[in-house]
């Protein structure tokens, strides 16, 4: 079957820096996505890798390795508007995305 | 302008009736997709939908039904409604899929369902 894990819940420290991994199983993959979502609002685009590597963008960088289906956004200079879920999601054959439940970030001061 | 916008933002409604929730999106996006997040946080699809073909998760129950009158809406009926249909659905849009693969998805602020 199709899954995705990564951890429910994590905890940091303002100003810090924190990795939250994700591990897919998929039918085929075409690329994998991050998602932020803050309480009560819709998922937004934060990131898309289908190559190898890291890529970084501002504060948020996200990085993958498709030989061991291994994926992690890295959030640096924490602030506390980046208290959120963050889902991770990829991208199977057929071009559905399959979700993971996501990581809830909260960002102690 | 609002990308893809959906409406009601709450629906509160009795068990057995049944209701619509719509989706419109202003991308020029050929696909959309209806999810339905539950109080795990799950984000499960329920539906896409472009021109072209309609693709059915075969564990939604046949009360949920998709319509399109356009490339630009995909609304969401409900028939029959129960306890467990109460959740926060969203609506989302992509263009249509490449060999790229860049289906970066644009979704909706989401309809929280409460069925009494």
């Known amino acids: 079957g199709q899954n995705i894990d990564q951890p429910t819940e994590m905890t940091a420290t303002e100003g810090a820096i924190v990795q939250i991994n994700c591990t897919y199983q998929t039918s085929g993959f075409n690329g994998l996505f991050w998602y932020q979502q803050h309480a009560g609002e819709a998922p937004t685009f934060l990131s898309y890798n289908v190559l190898d590597g890291l890529e970084e963008k501002g504060r948020f960088s996200s990085f993958l390795s498709r030989s061991k289906g291994y994926s992690y956004l890295l959030l640096k200079e924490l602030q506390m508007k980046d208290s959120a879920s963050y889902l991770c999601a990829a991208l199977d054959s057929n071009y559905q995305l399959i979700w993971g439940a996501g990581t809830k970030l909260i960002i102690k001061p | 302008d609002t990308a893809v916008s959906q409406t009601p933002k709450y629906l509160v409604t009795q068990m057995g009736n049944d209701k619509s929730i719509k989706c419109e999106q202003n991308?020029?996006?050929?696909?959309m997709y209806w999810y339905k997040q539950d109080s795990k946080k799950f984000l499960k699809i329920m539906f896409s939908y472009n021109n072209k073909e309609l693709i059915i998760n075969e564990t939604v129950p046949n009360r949920f039904s998709p319509k399109s009158p356009d490339k630009a809406h995909l609304n969401l009926h409900i028939n029959s409604l129960e306890l467990g249909d109460s959740a926060v659905y969203f609506c989302a849009s992509s263009q249509e899929r490449s060999d790229w693969g860049t289906d970066t998805q644009y979704f909706g602020p989401g309809t929280r369902l409460t069925v009494l």
């Open positions: 991308l020029g996006h050929d696909t």
